[in-house]
């Protein structure tokens, strides 16, 4: 192994040797001049991102064909995990840390007159996620290559990924996210790894030759799926693996005999049809032709998954029914559930199984991860739909349906009901495919991703498939990988971390745990509390350049960042930001404080994108007002990504997890937040509770509603007028937005808002309000009046992060749902 592989830490800048930055330098050059075809004097800031980006891959390269031979070598049993969203971000910066390159980049750069972090600034976002369960499926392959698990992920190749978010009076307007416009230094097409993807057409019964009655799939439109992939490199690079994204490419192309009679358009309509299957990351499905697009991506990437895990096992193993044994298929939520009918298709189809083989190798597979409990969440698909475009997987369906109901009517005779809940198949109001209950049927093992969210599974949403199969569900509580959320994201911290307990901690995040004495060391609370203020600092000067004015580094920076959503409740914070705004008006002193509110609205969401034309009326007011501009801020910061989400995350003092018991699967940024080392505010759900256990309640402000209170109050008959009616300055709140205080131009413009809070209040704002004003005013004493206190707290935090490390947490999965041994564990890097 060489000395780049072995060496977990980078030295000092001054302290490189002269002839590495020599050599770093001629690579850079070497890609500039045959790459790029310019010398130096010529090249563009994006010039030197590519010749950078191409010179850090080199390094990958050999380490990833090393794993691949590695892997091969010893025959062992790969993971496969299956997402719709990988939430990658940038890659320069995160590839020179894991390969440990970065300060000699750094110094290589400088002498050809380079900035690296102008360079780092070149890349755009491969925003190929939404939110917490793309950015889960990038922690998760980068822990697997750091944990040394041979896998891959499995995704589709968008063109223009999630979309870009603008603010235009308030309001947001999407716009294409052309991540790919000039190119991705990243990726290796595979124009050899391509498979057809048929829809439509029809099946075709026939026998086979030894008498076997067999079903066909044949007809319709095939849609060709090429591959790209994407090295990811586990920490120290040791190990890399790699996420293969699918593009879509028409089976037939351009018509050339169409063009030359000048029909032009109808030349191109194929390809141009067929390529829309990988354009944009969600469609708007508001629309019929949104749905189907989607339908079609979700099975397009499945399929093409499945046929090149089975060709890569029938490379070295001839009898299927060791797949099992020598592969397991993740199902990251219910969007890859088709691939349980496509596996038997294929088995019983194309390698001619029998039924009950084929199946004990699906279940045997297959893994299911649910990430939600709200049911109108749980996909479901028109039989309609799949009639239409995949009939052959509708009569598999119906198969798994039959067989596994009659199993049902035997061991719970006379149970009617039980056996119309758990198909497979909604009748009613229209015959639908519940694909949650098709991933739970067809899988081994099916994981929540938070404690009280899989009790709540158990209890709720799947209580009668439970009872069936007692032993399937099982939690592994999310993680997230340390090198991105704190190595990469606050440097400062790190160093500052580093210096005092070394950098095993990130691979061993549990190391963490030796800073626990230095949160009562006077001189360590100064620094920490130092590189916070940076941090505010940094972020105070990037925002102000695009929202058009400073924030106070000194005020309590409040932040709540995440997918904009009526459960997350965006809008309870909302409503306590105008309270703080009228105690302001009414000559109440109150501390300093910065509001930060990021996130996008899905483009069908209209309540959604109410909230967000909310927020930004509030701050309009706010933030002009003489009375009140200094002491409150807020601000929405848009396009919310992951680049923005380092910026922020390190400069955040209060953690805003607010959503409605028994509402959130887990979440994943609370664990990046607190391992910033700020303080939780939130509700007892999701993995709020955990993080508390872990951290120590008295160093999180917990308020309002658990997820009983909430079932319990729903069953009696909750009633919010009763709430706002015992609570003056809620009423107050509410009247201002109705009576168009917000938005005087337009006074009916926020209406909707008041309307769903009074006349029915899904997720119980108006029952937690009070409960969350005297839980801020906690935090706020604690702020202002102990920030030394404040500090230790905050310290204690990140030392007791450790569970959230998703190097962990995919060694849990590795042992107890994939049945896999990492070939070195977490922390080996710093083996001698």
Sequence with gaps: MTDRRRRSETPSAAALPA?????????????LKHDIGKDAGDATPHDWYMVTARTVRDLLVETWIDSLRQADHSDAKRIYYLSLEFLIGRSLKANMLSTGVLDVTRAALAVLGQDLDAVCEQEPEAALGNGGLGRLAACFIDSMATVGIPGMGYGIHYHHGMFGQVIENGEQREVPENWLARGNPWEFARPEVAYPIRFGGHTVEYRDQEGHPRRHWEGGEEVIATAYDLPIPGFGAWTVNNIRLWDAKASHG?????????????????ESASETISQVLYPDDSTSQGKELRFKQEYFFAAASLRDILRRFRKRHGDLARLPEKVAVQLNDTHPSIAVPELMRLLMDEHHLPWHEAWEICVGTFAYTNH?????ALETWPVALFERLLPRHLEIIYEINARFLDDVRHRFPGEHDLARRVSLIAEEPEKRVRMAH???????????VARLHTDLMRAGIFSDLHRLFPDRIVNR???ITPRRWLNQANPGLSGLISARIGDAWKTDLERLRELMPLAE????????????????????????????GPLDPASLFDVQVKRIHEYKRQLLNVLHVIHRYNRLRAGDDIAPRTVLIAGKAAPGYAMAKVIIRLINDVADVINRDPATRDALKLVFVPDYNVSVAERI????????????????????????LALNGALTIGTRD????????EVGEENLFFFGLSAGDVERMTREGYDPKVFIASNPALARVLDMISDGYFSPADPSRHRPIVESLTSGDRYMLCADFAAYLEAQEKAERLFVDDPDDWTRRSILTIARMGKFSADGVVMDYAREIWGVQPTHPAGALHVA
């Design 686 to 693: 999701g993995a709020n509770i955990e993080i508390a256990e």
């Design 477 to 479: 509580t999310n993680g």
């Design 438 to 448: 098709l991933a739970f049927v067809g899988s081994h093992k099916v994981n929540g």
């Design 254 to 270: 351009f018509d050339l005999a169409r063009f030359n009679r000048g029909d032009y358009i109808e030349a191109v309509r194929e």
């Design 649 to 672: 995350m390190p400069a955040a003092d209060l953690s805003q997890q607010i959503s409605t018991a028994g509402t959130e699967a887990s979440g994943t940024g609370n664990m990046k």
């Design 19 to 31: 002839s590495e930055v020599r050599d770093a330098q001629r690579r850079l050059l070497d890609h």
């Design 372 to 376: 939600t409990l709200l049911p109108e």
């Design 521 to 548: 060391d006077e001189g360590f609370r100064a620094a920490v509390m130092a590189e916070k203020r940076e941090a505010k600092e940094r972020l105070s000067a990037w925002l102000s350049h695009r929202l058009a």
